[in-house]
């Protein structure tokens, strides 16, 4: 539908275009050939009309347009009627198919139009003789030049468009993954762990060991309910589903009691009165906080954690600490995919972000996230 309006307008346009130039041309050769003490003749007008007419399908017949406008452009000079309006269509073709074909093609069109408008000079009622040529060839190179630089800024306008919209599809796929590390990496961390605890005591005490794989299913169900929720925000054309709310610091309760029962204990210290943040600020709060006791529980070895939670007028701030291995952990925790994309989620929407060994041994990983004020 917006194609075809946008088709009808550039049409419109053509044709009031042409409808200048006929104007301009019946009103204004009479004028000029005044000026220049030349007269006009029985052909004059009929080959002004014809040039400017053509100028109504310049778009979608470029070439064909400068073909008919050439031949009436060079007919009426040949014939020896006066320099006016009527080069003004012969300018527009020119322009257009410069604008409009490939510049090879336009190149090789207006060259052959040139060479057939140069005949006036040397043939016809009055030829100018070489005195002419620069004029004439200035109807062809100027619009010529024209026409090749909104080409060629129209073609970077579009490859410039296409770059944007290839980075910003980058960034949503950049999005997504990171996304999915989080929801999958920490789901099966938990998963994992759970699993190892029901193998040791499947054979010595099945009752603990049901309660370790009913955690598994649950941490199962959770982890896909959220997965679902974070691809079906990226599938806009089907409606969000609602079954699981989206992830944020109210999540923390459920993310304590999965994490306690693959065997991390987590407690949770709130400072400030807790309240609703904006989507983008608590969805990278509990990333940060779900990404770093993932990272407790796989590297960290036998531990506690503790999750700070400080909200304040400005800003909210999230520290999860923990007691395990700390420096001595393996380089993947200090500098894998799971601390960058903490920091990338942290920095992109304008807060800051620390993670390293801590003072008082273990790790430490700190975030904090601008908010607007509550007044």
């Not at 980058?170 to 590390?181: P, T, Y």
């Given at each position: 539908?917006?194609?075809?309006?946008?088709?009808?307008?550039?049409?419109?346009?053509?044709?009031?275009?042409?409808?200048?130039?006929?104007?301009?041309?019946?009103?204004?050769?009479?004028?000029?050939?005044?000026?220049?003490?030349?007269?006009?003749?029985?052909?004059?007008?009929?080959?002004?009309?014809?040039?400017?007419?053509?100028?109504?399908?310049?778009?979608?017949?470029?070439?064909?347009?400068?073909?008919?406008?050439?031949?009436?452009?060079?007919?009426?000079?040949?014939?020896?009627?006066?320099?006016?309006?009527?080069?003004?269509?012969?300018?527009?073709?020119?322009?257009?198919?410069?604008?409009?074909?490939?510049?090879?093609?336009?190149?090789?069109?207006?060259?052959?139009?040139?060479?057939?408008?140069?005949?006036?000079?040397?043939?016809?009622?009055?030829?100018?003789?070489?005195?002419?040529?620069?004029?004439?060839?200035?109807?062809?190179?100027?619009?010529?030049?024209?026409?090749?630089?909104?080409?060629?800024?129209?073609?970077?306008?579009?490859?410039?468009?296409?770059?944007?919209?290839?980075?910003?599809?980058?960034?949503?796929?950049?999005?997504?993954?990171?996304?999915?590390?989080?929801?999958?990496?920490?789901?099966?961390?938990?998963?994992?762990?759970?699993?190892?605890?029901?193998?040791?005591?499947?054979?010595?005490?099945?009752?603990?060991?049901?309660?370790?794989?009913?955690?598994?299913?649950?941490?199962?169900?959770?982890?896909?309910?959220?997965?679902?929720?974070?691809?079906?925000?990226?599938?806009?054309?089907?409606?969000?589903?609602?079954?699981?709310?989206?992830?944020?610091?109210?999540?923390?309760?459920?993310?304590?009691?999965?994490?306690?029962?693959?065997?991390?204990?987590?407690?949770?210290?709130?400072?400030?009165?807790?309240?609703?943040?904006?989507?983008?600020?608590?969805?990278?709060?509990?990333?940060?906080?779900?990404?770093?006791?993932?990272?407790?529980?796989?590297?960290?070895?036998?531990?506690?954690?503790?999750?700070?939670?400080?909200?304040?007028?400005?800003?909210?701030?999230?520290?999860?600490?923990?007691?395990?291995?700390?420096?001595?952990?393996?380089?993947?925790?200090?500098?894998?995919?799971?601390?960058?994309?903490?920091?990338?989620?942290?920095?992109?929407l304008g807060g800051s972000f620390t993670a390293g060994p801590a003072s008082a041994g273990g790790f430490r990983v700190s975030a904090t996230l601008r908010v607007e004020e509550v007044t």
């Amino acid at each position: 539908m917006d194609r075809e309006r946008g088709d009808r307008g550039r049409r419109l346009l053509d044709g009031l275009i042409a409808l200048a130039l006929l104007v301009i041309g019946l009103a204004g050769t009479a004028p000029a050939g005044l000026n220049q003490g030349v007269g006009t003749g029985r052909a004059t007008y009929p080959l002004v009309v014809v040039a400017a007419l053509a100028v109504a399908v310049r778009r979608h017949w470029p070439l064909a347009t400068l073909a008919v406008v050439t031949a009436a452009s060079t007919a009426y000079l040949v014939l020896g009627y006066p320099y006016g309006p009527i080069l003004l269509s012969f300018f527009v073709a020119v322009y257009t198919t410069a604008a409009h074909r490939p510049v090879r093609v336009a190149a090789v069109a207006n060259g052959v139009a040139l060479l057939v408008l140069l005949t006036h000079v040397f043939l016809g009622v009055r030829p100018p003789g070489l005195v002419g040529l620069m004029p004439a060839a200035a109807w062809v190179v100027v619009p010529f030049a024209v026409g090749v630089t909104v080409r060629l800024g129209r073609e970077n306008a579009a490859r410039s468009r296409a770059d944007e919209a290839r980075r910003l599809a980058d960034a949503e796929r950049l999005r997504v993954a990171r996304e999915v590390h989080d929801v999958v990496g920490h789901g099966l961390a938990a998963i994992h762990l759970q699993a190892e605890i029901a193998l040791h005591l499947l054979a010595r005490k099945p009752e603990q060991a049901e309660a370790a794989l009913t955690a598994i299913s649950r941490t199962s169900k959770e982890a896909l309910d959220e997965l679902r929720v974070t691809l079906t925000v990226v599938r806009r054309d089907e409606a969000a589903d609602e079954r699981a709310p989206a992830p944020g610091l109210a999540q923390l309760p459920q993310l304590r009691e999965r994490l306690a029962g693959a065997g991390l204990p987590v407690t949770v210290e709130v400072e400030g009165a807790p309240r609703p943040l904006p989507v983008a600020a608590d969805l990278a709060a509990y990333r940060v906080v779900q990404e770093a006791l993932t990272n407790v529980l796989r590297h960290a070895g036998p531990a506690t954690a503790t999750v700070r939670l400080r909200y304040a007028p400005t800003e909210v701030a999230v520290e999860v600490t923990d007691t395990g291995r700390g420096a001595a952990a393996p380089v993947g925790r200090a500098g894998g995919y799971g601390l960058a994309g903490m920091r990338e989620r942290v920095t992109a929407l304008g807060g800051s972000f620390t993670a390293g060994p801590a003072s008082a041994g273990g790790f430490r990983v700190s975030a904090t996230l601008r908010v607007e004020e509550v007044t």
